[in-house]
């Protein structure tokens, strides 16, 4: 019985969150002693799904359908359940991002599968007991969980697992479904992109900047920062409630959950609902003038300064070591 890993793609390209979840559903497959099949719904050339063949996957599913064209839980997860059924797959592997939090729950619920979002590790096989550490308390907290059904749904938290090149290939073949039309209860009619900047659940670097910035005007330095590392800008909760950034990059336990590799917080003081947002960060830097602020707990580089005289000097050394580079 393969495993099944659900690939979403964004514009036809698949992100690196991608390429970790299927080496991890690799991994997960070679603790099965079984094989691995990859399912991708939308416009992908055969030449970008046969990349995941790379990271581990034997067998690729192409699903295209115009009624697919944009991104409906219903169908999708129907679409992703019959694949599983189809290929006998007990264990269904997807990332826990925007779209992959919406499938899994419902994924589970077609197939009457236990479900583990936010996993941030392989699962442990002991006794015959499949657990697996996740995320609780929206990232302020880990557990640990059992899954006793006898089919699962994991759902990845991004950065949480290396990519793996394998050097391996993968067949790709054409998956048709009969897409049901009680699955299209809500239909996407239009998407209008917002911004052609690096989206923030996705980015590998995040600039963010707190209530220390004093006011909006001051912003130039963290987009500067953030453009120059090819990063995404965030803010904590207050920042966008003033208006000062718009509330899609409000960080924390009641905006978006980052994990990126490094997270560079300025003038931000590190409350609780602010860190439960970026645990998940490799790297932390905090650029704050008070050496009590909570931050410097969590973080990994801490520099106590003012932000106006700190940010500015960063700047030009990235500039200068990109200049030399
Ligand atoms: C139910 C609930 C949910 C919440 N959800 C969220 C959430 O999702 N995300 C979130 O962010 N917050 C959230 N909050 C708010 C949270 O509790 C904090 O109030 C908020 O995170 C503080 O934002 P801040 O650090 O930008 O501002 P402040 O707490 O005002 O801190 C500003 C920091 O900037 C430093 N500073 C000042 N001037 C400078 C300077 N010149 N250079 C360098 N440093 C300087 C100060 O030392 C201070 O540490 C929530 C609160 C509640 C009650």
Redo the contacts with the bound molecule.
């Keep these: 019985m393969p495993v099944l890993v659900y690939t979403e793609n964004a514009g036809g390209k698949f992100k690196k969150s991608i390429f970790e979840v299927v080496s991890y559903a690799r991994a997960i497959a070679d603790a099965q002693n079984t094989s691995l099949t990859a399912i991708s719904i939308g416009d992908v050339s055969a030449d970008e799904l046969a990349t995941l063949g790379k990271y581990g996957a034997d067998k690729v599913l192409n699903v295209s359908n115009a009624k697919l064209k944009s991104f409906i839980n219903q169908a999708y997860a129907s679409v992703v359940a019959e694949a599983a059924k189809s290929e006998d797959a007990d264990i269904v592997v997807l990332s826990n991002s925007f779209s992959g939090r919406g499938l899994a729950p419902r994924i589970g619920v077609k197939l009457d599968a236990g479900v583990a979002d936010g996993a941030v590790s392989l699962p442990e096989l002991s006794g015959g007991k499949f657990s697996i550490k996740k995320t609780a308390f929206s990232g302020k907290a880990f557990a640990t969980v059992e899954l006793t059904s006898a089919k699962k749904v994991i759902a990845l938290t991004p950065n949480s697992y290396k990519v793996v090149d394998k050097g391996t290939s993968a067949k790709v073949e054409d998956f048709t479904v009969d897409v049901k039309e009680s699955d299209f209860k809500a239909m996407v009619k239009e998407i209008v992109q917002s911004t052609d900047k690096v989206s923030l659940p996705d980015a590998e670097i995040v600039v963010s900047g707190?209530?220390?910035l004093k006011g909006p005007e001051n912003w130039g330095m963290v987009e500067e920062l953030a453009n120059l590392l090819g990063g995404a800008t965030a803010c904590?909760?207050?920042?966008s409630d003033a208006g000062w950034r718009p509330h899609s990059e409000?960080?924390?336990?009641?905006?978006i959950a980052v994990s990126p590799n490094l997270y560079i917080a300025i003038?931000?003081?590190g409350?609780i609902?602010?860190l439960a947002?970026i645990s998940r960060s490799k790297v932390i830097v905090v650029?704050?003038?008070?050496p009590e602020?909570p931050f410097f707990k969590v973080a990994d580089y801490g520099i106590v300064g003012?932000?106006?005289e700190v940010v500015p000097k960063l700047i030009e050394a990235v500039k200068a070591y990109k200049a030399t580079a």
């Design positions: 707190g209530r220390g904590s909760k207050p920042v409000h960080v924390g336990q009641t905006g003038g931000i003081s409350a609902q602010h947002g650029i704050n003038k008070d602020a003012d932000a106006f």
